[in-house]
T-cell receptor, first 116, second 110 residues
Framework: DAGVIQSPRHEVTEMGQEVTLRCKPISGHNSLFWYRQTMMRGLELLIY????????DSGMPEDRFSAKMPNASFSTLKIQPSEPRDSAVYFC??????????????FGSGTRLTVV | DAKTTQPPSMDCAEGRAANLPCNHSTISGNEYVYWYRQIHSQGPQYIIHGLKNNETNEMASLIITEDRKSSTLILPHATLRDTAVYYC???????????FGKGTRLHILP
């Protein structure tokens, strides 16, 4: 398996533009998570899905952020409009729903977003 | 609120065992202890988890005290590639989300 695949690896955009980050989870995993990491705030959970359904979006900072999971193999995180304070590394992770033989999350390599 | 307390940084000589402590004095009976690490510029990586028994896998060993209020992650023969931030997390079985704290930055010295 190729692991969790995120695209793009790097994104530089101007303030006010729409940004879309993409994630392909590991085949067979049924939970997907979006995290954001900054030096100041560390790793923050933004939202997660189980079986393509959003379960907890309490970490989404504001209405400018939205996430979708139209099917089991694809998710997007969209920021519209983007602001310089959104600059961070965004990680996607996937896992199997808790079964007792849980081996943790598998993270992607992240998307480094810079908003200028 | 942080459920775990870890030292902000530690050093370990290459080839030695690295012992990373974690305090989780308020852990509940249904909470597991998880360890992840994050190597620079990469996503976090799962290492090991346990409930109350000691656990070992190909990466590390996890020692949990009898009262479950603290644990130690042991990397038996540290290499330079083990330089990373190590996160200790407690998580309720059935709760699918993981909340990361600040972790311990481990420096392996040549």
């Amino acid at each position: 398996d190729a692991g969790v695949i995120q695209s793009p690896r790097h994104e530089v955009t101007e303030m006010g533009q729409e940004v879309t980050l993409r994630c392909k989870p590991i085949s067979g995993h049924n939970s997907l998570f979006w995290y954001r990491q900054t030096m100041m705030r560390g790793l923050e959970l933004l939202i997660y899905f189980n079986n393509n359904v959003p379960i907890d979006d309490s970490g989404m900072p504001e209405d400018r952020f939205s996430a979708k999971m139209p099917n089991a193999s694809f998710s997007t995180l969209k920021i519209q409009p983007s602001e310089p304070r959104d600059s961070a590394v965004y990680f996607c992770a996937s896992s199997l729903w808790w079964t007792g033989d849980h081996y943790g999350y598998t993270f992607g390599s992240g998307t480094r977003l810079t908003v200028v | 609120d942080a459920k775990t307390t870890q030292p902000p940084s530690m050093d370990c000589a290459e080839g030695r065992a690295a012992n990373l402590p974690c305090n989780h004095s308020t852990i509940s009976g249904n909470e597991y202890v998880y360890w992840y690490r994050q190597i620079h510029s990469q996503g976090p990586q799962y290492i090991i988890h346990g409930l109350k028994n000691n656990e070992t896998n190909e990466m590390a060993s996890l020692i949990i005290t009898e009262d479950r209020k603290s644990s130690t992650l042991i990397l038996p023969h540290a290499t330079l590639r083990d330089t990373a931030v190590y996160y200790c997390i407690v998580r309720v079985r059935g709760d699918d989300k993981i909340i990361f704290g600040k972790g311990t930055r481990l420096h392996i010295l040549p």
